[in-house]
């Protein structure tokens, strides 16, 4: 099941595909010998292309495959004249639209999260080591709500909501078994204590487990 914002990228995918077929058709003759058939209205061909590049800039990201595919037929926009070329372009859109119902965009997102996560846990680590368990642990928590809020958007979960209840919904539509969500509300508990003052609650030892968990928990999620 797609996510809200993943559907609506979808959904403007496939109306885009549909102004496509509608642009191509416009290509008429030249009326001029030794010169074929191009699309003499520039103006439906034009803001077409920009709506194409905003959306798969916007999806899946400037450097994205879908975006280098694209730029091969739009070096400079002037130049699309033809009704292959649409098409063409059309057939990058139903690709792209596969990679995203299939859940390509989810995992590349996943990738990138892992990437920042790995880097506020080593500035947790580094905190801790160095006496300062209290902002550890809240770095700690505020990588595990977020993580638990991006998971909770590739399960087609409402992420507007507090991470324990994050955690509950997870387990209720069986993401993960009843021993990972105890271990994820154990973490919670931690960053909470961190968050609210409570930082009798907790040692040193307690923050580098936490961090260590949450490490594993996220290799699990993030890096299939």
């Keep these: 099941m797609l996510s809200p914002k993943h559907k609506r990228y979808a ?62 037929f739009t070096t400079d926009i002037a130049d699309v004249a033809y ?34 996560f790995d880097s506020v846990l080593e500035q947790a680590k580094h905190l801790n080591r160095s006496g300062h368990k209290d902002p550890a642990a809240v770095l700690a928590r505020v990588v595990l709500e977020d993580a638990l809020k991006r998971i909770a958007r590739g399960e087609g979960l409402d992420d507007n909501q507090r991470a324990s209840q994050l955690n509950d919904d997870l387990r209720r539509i069986g993401k993960y078994p009843q021993p990972q969500w105890r271990l ?12 609210h003052g409570n930082f009798n609650e907790y040692n040193e030892e307690d923050v580098e487990g936490l961090i260590k968990d949450i490490e594993r928990f996220l290799a699990a999620e993030f890096r299939r």
Excluded at 85 to 103: F, Q, R
Excluded at 186 to 192: E, F, K, V
């Design 11 to 72: 959904d403007r995918i496939r109306e885009l595909m549909e102004e496509g077929q509608a642009v191509a058709k416009l290509e008429r003759p030249s009326g001029v010998r030794g010169f074929g058939p191009y699309i003499r209205d520039k103006a439906p061909l034009q803001a077409w292309l920009v709506k194409v590049n905003n959306i798969l800039e916007t999806a899946f990201g400037p450097n994205s495959p879908q975006m280098y595919h694209f730029q091969q």
């Design 83 to 116: 009704s292959s070329e649409v098409l063409s372009i059309v057939g990058i859109l139903t690709g792209a639209l596969d990679d995203l119902e299939k859940g390509y965009l989810l995992g590349q997102e996943f990738l990138i999260a892992g990437e920042i």
């Design 184 to 195: 994820v509300q154990a973490w919670l508990d931690i960053g909470n204590a961190a968050a």
